[in-house]
């Protein structure tokens, strides 16, 4: 079946300009995690979904980041009057459900602000 | 919370050696540990995973041990080819609890040499 997909795949925005990602996790997946990856650096955990609920918000960097999710299925996260130091890679998992179950990731949306 | 270290940042080995990296997490609640294979440009992927309620798990070239004393656990690759060059990202997590979502270490980027 499909996979988890993410839209847009490239971002390219200008500092202090709004942005909002998009998730698409796979069907009948409670569970949804936002990622951002640095170039050549680690998985830094945002937040994450259960249903449409986010019990964990403690990832998210700032006050310009937000997330929300709808129906269970959709998330998008955003970034307001965005930095440069916001550039990275925003990946997206989602999981049968939280907690010890094997995470699937999508592609990623890949966000440099100039 | 939990705080994951992962050694060593960088692995160079000769094909058909062995390879082993190296995670210690902080949180002794944690009972899940997956390991992610990231390859340049793509997704991270599960490769295996492991559970506090073992000590070992073998899939093929790939194994994992857990020290739950020790608050270690590591990932074995022998005969190493050179398509295993990738990332290696070891996570851990604490799932039944309040925690669901895992925290990863900064990543083993492992070449092997043909």
């Known amino acids: 079946g499909a996979g988890v997909s993410q839209s847009p795949s490239n971002k390219v925005t200008e500092k202090g300009k709004d942005v909002e990602l998009r998730c698409d996790p796979i069907?009948?997946?409670?569970?949804l995690y936002w990622y951002r990856q640095s170039l050549g650096q680690g998985l830094e955990f945002l937040i994450y979904f259960q249903g449409n609920s986010a019990p964990d918000k403690s990832g998210l960097p700032s006050d310009r980041f937000s997330a929300e999710r709808t129906g269970g299925s959709v998330s998008t996260l955003t970034i307001q009057r965005t930095q440069q130091e916001d550039s990275a890679v925003y990946l997206c998992?989602?999981?049968?459900?939280?907690?010890?179950?094997?995470?699937?990731f999508g592609p990623g949306t890949r966000l440099t602000v100039t | 919370g939990e705080n994951v270290e992962q050694h060593p940042s960088t692995l160079s080995v000769q094909e058909g050696d062995s390879a082993v990296i190296k995670c210690t997490y902080s949180?002794?609640?944690?009972?899940?540990f997956p390991w992610y294979k990231q390859e340049l440009g793509k997704r991270p992927q599960l490769i295996i995973d492991i559970r506090s309620n073992v000590g070992e798990k073998k899939d093929q070239r790939i194994a994992v041990t857990l020290n739950k004393t020790a608050k270690h656990f590591s990932l074995h690759i022998t005969e190493t080819q050179p398509e295993d060059s990738a990332v290696y990202f070891c996570?851990?997590?604490?799932?039944?609890?309040?925690?669901?979502?895992?925290?990863f270490g900064k990543g083993t980027k492992l070449s092997v040499k043909p």
């Open positions: 949180d002794s609640a944690s009972n899940y």
């Open positions: 996570a851990a997590c604490s799932y039944g609890g309040s925690q669901g979502n895992l925290i």
């Open positions: 069907s009948g997946h409670t569970a």
């Open positions: 998992a989602s999981s049968l459900a939280r907690g010890g179950h094997e995470q699937y």
